[in-house]
């Protein structure tokens, strides 16, 4: 199943690439069911804010009527950034599961360990999942932006 969902969370990542966003795609499962898929939408949006994991958060919090995601699973391309793991804390998302590290601005184990801080009245279930492809689209990404 995590698997499946990381795939999803690739197609994501796949439209933010089309449209020349960072290619970063999120996904959140609730029941065995996907509520919400988003990608990176900085660029159009104009947002510092437009995270896939953010977009994902509001229509996850959309679709259950309540910002409580306790028993939602997030899958997301890339090592959350401070912004995001945050969100995913306030969000009270039950497990994290990504599947590339982000070592210049992973908030998870990369550069730093959000969720070791004592003191969050509530820790997620993490799990890194090693994705080829989620670590590909981005090398591919910015070797296109360097070559521009």
């Known amino acids: 199943m995590e698997k499946r969902y990381m795939e999803l969370a690739l197609k994501e990542a796949e439209k933010a690439f089309k449209k ?16 919400a898929r988003a990608h ?12 896939a994991e953010i977009l994902a958060i509001e229509k996850a919090c959309r679709k259950l009527g309540s910002w409580r995601l306790d028993n939602c699973e997030l899958y997301v391309t890339l090592e959350p950034c401070p912004m995001c793991a945050g969100a995913i804390l306030q969000s009270r998302i039950k497990k994290v599961v990504y599947g590339a590290k982000d070592p210049k ?19 997620p279930e993490t799990l890194y999942l090693e994705c080829e492809e989620c670590s590909k689209i981005l090398k591919d990404f910015f070797k296109q932006k360097r070559m521009k």
């Open 40 to 51: 990176n939408l900085r660029e159009k949006k104009q947002m510092s804010t437009a995270h």
């Open 105 to 123: 601005g992973g908030s998870i184990e990369s550069v730093m360990k959000m969720y070791e801080t004592k003191g969050y009245n509530h820790y």
């Open 20 to 35: 020349d966003e960072v290619p970063i795609g999120a996904v959140i499962v609730y029941d065995n069911q996907v509520i």
